[in-house]
């Protein structure tokens, strides 16, 4: 029986890694954390554990928590792991960090697309950044994990294969990205308010999205050099799903049949990753609610670019779900277990 803690257990991922938790019988989630609700029922914050869950929220003390599971996931702000992490909760149980604290490896670029000072950067080299699909191996032997962010699990699984293998150029790489309301997390705020969202669509963060720096550095390593990206999210009126089109030039003349080969290369015998059939274009809702990534492409050759295109759940493969299929992996277990959710719909 793995005991799972989880410090934000009340905000949208917390609540979603408890959701896929609670319907395993090799988990025991022993610890719901939430420095909001502290004392008050789990169920009375999210109704649809009622009867399910009667355990009360606790404080997010990781240091106390440490000594009474095997795994942590903090599904926090960023700056909350990195100012409590210390050798001793490391050396007791295995962490799951769903913030930014430690996927990027600089600091100072952390520190200067976060605006925050890293309390705790001794940690960073050692961290594993969790895209399994990537990082398999280190992933197995980690005792710190950087779960990825929504926005970069879905550019890099739809980039990455063409970067790697020298296809595109990746300095011509423009990212346009939408996601639904819940990437935004469940705090209280103007701009998500119903009728701000509601048959409306916008760009933010045009130009200085934090994920922008953790996709340059991932596909960095694919390109084996330094790369730069545009990357412009969009927030649309839906609860969740992430749905990105990247563009970039064509190294040279490609056809259909070498291009399916690359990802093919990569993500054939990938569970969670789905390479659509010939035209067909991703959707939100064939991934909704589960932890697969659609991807596909477009040969343009009028322009000598290629579309690439990627689909996922934000709350699922972008958060709690990747968080998951970590844990799974490091506890030598089946990597799929307790993922296989077939995608809702309608």
């Not at 890293?118 to 994990?145: D, F, M, T, W």
């Not at 993500?267 to 809702?285: A, G, H, I, N, S």
Request: proline share 4%; net charge negative; with cysteine.
């Amino acid at each position: 029986m793995i005991k799972a803690g989880i410090i934000g257990s009340t905000g949208y991922a917390g609540g979603e890694l408890a959701r896929l938790l609670l319907q395993r019988d090799d988990v025991k989630i022993k610890w719901y954390g939430s420095k909001s609700y502290v004392d008050q029922k789990y169920a009375s914050i999210y109704q649809n554990m009622f009867e399910i869950v009667s355990d009360s929220c606790m404080d997010d003390n990781i240091e106390a928590l440490a000594e009474k599971v095997d795994v942590i996931f903090t599904a926090t702000p960023q700056g909350f792991l990195a100012s409590a992490l210390n050798d001793r909760i490391l050396s007791q149980t295995k962490v799951i960090d769903l913030s930014a604290d430690f996927r990027i490896q600089d600091v100072s670029i952390y520190e200067k697309w976060y605006q925050i000072q890293h309390k705790s950067p001794q940690y960073i080299k050692e961290a594993v950044y969790g895209l399994p699909e990537i990082n398999r191996e280190k992933i197995k032997n980690a005792r710190l994990i950087a779960n990825p962010g929504c926005y970069p699990t879905c550019s890099e699984l739809s980039i990455y294969p063409l970067v790697k293998e020298g296809l595109i150029d990746p300095d011509t790489i423009i990212i346009d990205a939408k996601s639904g309301t819940s990437g935004a997390g469940r705090g209280a705020k103007v701009d998500n308010l119903y009728c701000e969202v509601n048959e409306n669509i916008k760009a933010y963060g045009v130009g200085v999205h934090r994920h922008t720096p953790e996709i340059e550095e991932q596909l960095s390593y694919g390109a084996g050099k330094p790369v730069t990206i545009s990357f412009t999210p969009h927030l649309v009126p839906m609860n969740r799903g992430i749905l990105i089109t990247a563009y970039a030039s064509l190294t040279s003349k490609v056809s259909y049949e070498e291009v399916k080969a690359v990802y093919d290369k990569y993500y054939d015998k990938e569970f969670f990753v789905r390479v659509l059939e010939k035209d067909v274009t991703p959707q939100t809702k064939w991934v909704e609610g589960s932890n697969f990534v659609d991807v596909n492409f477009k040969i343009d050759p009028r322009t000598n670019r290629i579309v690439m295109m990627g689909a996922m759940d934000n709350l699922v493969k972008g958060a709690a779900g990747q968080a998951v299929q970590n844990m799974n992996l490091l506890f030598g277990l089946e990597e799929n277990k307790g993922l296989k959710l077939i995608p809702m719909f309608p």
